[in-house]
Nanobody, 114 residues
């Protein structure tokens, strides 16, 4: 079992930036797919960005050109969010996945408001 610890959420004004981090509790997960998802109250969780083992990238259309997902050699996961909009407000979750193994972080709140 791996624990994922997220940080970096908060309150930011429209047009501002935030950087989310997700750190695993042990070892490296270089073979895992890693991603960021978000969920608004009363809505389903949706994919924001995914980075594959070979650093292949996938983004939701709504964040393309504004958000950047990345990972480092220690399997820490990041999401740089620029030009934030009020509709980006949600709880953001990191996810590590490999086969039937599927781990989630506890979530970090991002609020974009003036």
């Amino acid at each position: 079992q791996v624990q994922l610890v997220e940080s970096g959420g908060g309150l930011v004004k429209p047009g501002g930036s935030l950087r989310l981090s997700c750190k695993p509790s042990n070892r490296r997960y270089s073979s895992f797919f890693m991603g960021w998802y978000r969920q608004e109250p009363g809505k389903e969780r949706e994919m924001v960005a995914i980075i594959g083992p070979g650093n292949t990238l996938r983004y939701a259309d709504s964040v393309k050109g504004r958000f950047t997902i990345s990972r480092d050699n220690a399997s820490n996961l990041y999401l740089q969010m620029n030009s934030l909009k009020p509709q980006d407000t949600a709880i953001y979750y990191c996810n590590f996945r490999y086969g039937v193994q599927n781990f989630w972080g506890q979530g970090t709140q991002v609020t974009v408001s003036s």
